[in-house]
């Protein structure tokens, strides 16, 4: 089973539509990541979490909100969908040990299209 | 504001060549520079990385890259590409202590048979 699990791995859905992106993990990180990757962009970070009551806005973080269930569960929601939103997501880990370091162990990515 | 780039968007080369895939960064202070790899439908995996010490730093699947301070330059390398080497490579950096990590656009690499 992966570290870093995504759900769901892909997802249709049309414009004003709520969704949920979830992640969950068995690396028992304490700091978990939202990033969006679009095409000749890179990856850019939404939102960041370094613990259960940390919450941290990231580069785009507008038309995003996230929730930390638990230390290995972090949620990502689009309230109401655009079709800007079209991207795949990257939800990610560190542990406080790397800290100084910053690497980062990435889950398989959810894949979303907004019509 | 820390930024990396990378100026290539494809890099094409032979199977058995050697391959270097470029990045450049700009940041205040020592920075901690990273490699990952993409391949299809997958996502990121770590490669290597570059805190302090020896410029030349060596990772997974036969991948170096060296760290030059001067250039502000941290490029990829290995000295016999393969196949299975083609995929999609990201540069990062860390300017330390605030978990922000700043990801460089991407390059794909591209090894012919």
């Known amino acids: 089973d992966a570290d870093v699990t995504q759900t769901p791995r892909n997802r249709i859905t049309k414009t004003g539509k709520r969704i949920m992106l979830e992640c969950s993990q068995t690396?028992?990180?304490?700091?978990m990541y939202w990033y969006r990757q679009d095409p000749g962009l890179g990856l850019r970070l939404i939102y960041y979490s370094f613990d259960v009551k940390d919450i941290n806005k990231g580069e785009i973080s507008d038309g995003y909100s996230v929730s930390r269930q638990a230390q290995a569960k972090f949620s990502l929601s689009l309230e109401s969908a655009i079709p800007n939103q079209t991207a795949l997501y990257f939800c990610?880990?560190?542990?406080?040990?790397?800290?100084?370091?910053?690497?980062?162990?990435f889950g398989e990515g959810s894949r979303l299209t907004v019509l | 504001a820390q930024s990396v780039a990378q100026p290539e968007d494809q890099v094409n080369v032979a199977e058995g060549n050697p391959l270097t895939v470029k990045c450049t960064y700009s940041?205040?202070?020592?920075?901690?520079l990273f490699w990952y790899v993409q391949y299809p439908n997958r996502g990121l995996q770590f490669l290597l990385k570059y805190i302090t010490g020896d410029n030349l730093v060596k990772g997974s699947y036969g991948f170096e890259a060296e760290f030059n301070k001067s250039q502000t330059s941290f490029h990829l390398k290995k000295p016999s590409a393969l196949v299975s080497d083609s995929a999609l490579y990201f540069c990062a950096v860390n300017p330390g202590g605030y978990q922000k990590v700043t990801f460089g656009t991407g390059t794909k690499l591209q090894v012919i048979p």
């Open positions: 690396k028992g990180h304490d700091r």
């Open positions: 940041v205040s202070g020592n920075p901690y």
């Open positions: 990610a880990t560190s542990d406080g040990l790397t800290v100084w370091t910053g690497e980062l162990f």
